[in-house]
């Protein structure tokens, strides 16, 4: 007897079904891949921020805990910059404003050779671990023009994804009233920034070193400057990555609308300015409060 030929394969319905599943399915595991790929970026992040910090402490015990921060172009001009301690060469766009003081080569950046432990560093020098693989686009343009939209990367713009903590050596209310006092250096001087910053890493490294974040994400530092909150780089919403004094990194949720919150902070909180009248801190900031890790419970 024959056998009749039967034609295997789908329907229309059945192939719609299968086109529908994988769709699902794409559709649920696809935020499941991308926050994996995130979380990788993130420890990346936080592995550089710990070497770079390690760099840091090197330098502080050669150079006995000076801050890096003063910076004088060719002209002469003086300058304070949160990108000057380490990383790649600046982009030409800095070569410009303020005579050029903010503009950098790798060799000009004194942190480098402690970073990448090495005897000498050349200009087209690329030191990795001063890059976060999640950083997109930098904000330190807009100190230049407001209206800034170019999403050139921090990395590529100022050659490093993490910003010096400025804020921690000051920012003094106007009027001055008790700055300078009698017999001490004007603290907008040189020798005030630097007085401050050595002062700065020695209270903060026998006080409070594991809470104070001596490097942090770029949106951090802007963030700060308009007291305002910042998507991070890795796309939370205040949520960013820092390096701290003792060397640990951590990436969470910060409050910059402030300057200290539970288990970090960016300033000395023996600088703040108390109610007494009778009593003023030596240095002191705009807008802190004493009370950096708030009891929790009833």
Known sequence: MRKRNVKSGFTLIELLVVVAIIAVLISILLPSLSEAREQAKIAKCLANLKMTMTGCHIYFNEF??????????????QGICTWSYAGKSTSD???????????????????????????????????????????????????????????????DDVGVSYQYNLYG??????????????GEPNPWKSDGWARRGRAMVQE?????????????????????????????????????????????????????????????????PNWVKIGNPGWVAQWYYKNAVMNCDPPTGP
């Open 169 to 182: 050596i000051g920012i003094p209310q106007t009027p001055m009233e008790t700055l300078p006092r009698s």
């Open 64 to 77: 006995n805990d000076v801050f890096p921060f003063i910076v004088v172009a060719k002209s002469g001009t």
């Open 204 to 268: 903060s490294q026998a006080a409070f070193s594991g809470r104070y974040m001596m490097l942090f994400e770029d949106a951090v530092d802007w963030a700060f400057n308009d007291t305002t909150q910042e998507m991070g780089y890795h796309r939370k919403f205040s949520k960013h990555a820092a390096g701290y004094l003792d060397s640990h990194a951590e990436y969470k949720y910060l409050d910059t609308r402030g300057w200290c919150g539970p288990g970090w902070t960016s300033i000395n």
């Open 93 to 155: 766009f800095w070569k410009t404003p303020a005579s050029g003081v903010f503009y950098f080569t790798a060799r000009d950046k004194v942190m480098n050779k402690y970073i990448l432990n090495t005897t000498s560093v050349e200009d087209n020098a690329t030191p990795e671990t001063l890059k976060c693989p999640s950083d997109k686009q930098g904000n330190q343009r807009k100190y230049e023009n407001p209206n800034n939209t170019d999403p050139v990367s921090c990395w």
